[in-house]
């Protein structure tokens, strides 16, 4: 049974660091591509990095290019993302989620994405 566990999550101040885990089961973290979302109250459910299966390319929204990094340990089977520089607007509910349809990372079709965590939420203020 596939099943995806975020944590990490938390209340930090603009300008400071964060780190998301998503513990995967039932599969191992390089089998399928995994994407961190997030959905902000008001907004759409977007994507901000993704982690291709196999060979382990990435890709990133434009609003976290060079400040979030996406990475996995297939010891560990965990996937993470190391978010720096944070400001209020990436505040939001953070998503692991992971696609047996795709090799390659599609970050703009949350449909594409079969399985899903329950969310950790990150909250940036003073």
């Known amino acids: 049974q596939v099943q995806l566990v975020e944590s990490g999550g938390g209340l930090v101040q603009p300008g400071g660091s964060l780190r998301l885990s998503c513990a995967v089961s039932?599969?191992?973290?390089?089998?399928?591509?995994i994407a961190w979302f997030r959905q902000a109250p008001g907004k759409e459910r977007e994507a901000v990095s993704c982690i291709r299966s196999t060979y382990g390319s990435t890709s990133y929204a434009d609003s976290v290019k060079g400040r979030f990094t996406i990475s996995r340990d297939n010891v560990k089977n965990m996937a993470y993302l190391q978010m720096n520089s944070l400001n209020a607007e990436d505040t939001a509910v953070y998503y692991c989620?992971?696609?047996?349809?795709?090799?390659?990372?599609?970050?703009?079709?949350?449909?594409?994405?079969?399985?899903w965590g329950q969310g950790t939420q990150v909250t940036v203020s003073s």
């Open positions: 039932g599969f191992t973290v390089d089998y399928y591509t």
């Open positions: 989620a992971a696609t047996s349809f795709l090799t390659t990372c599609v970050m703009s079709k949350p449909i594409m994405y079969n399985y």
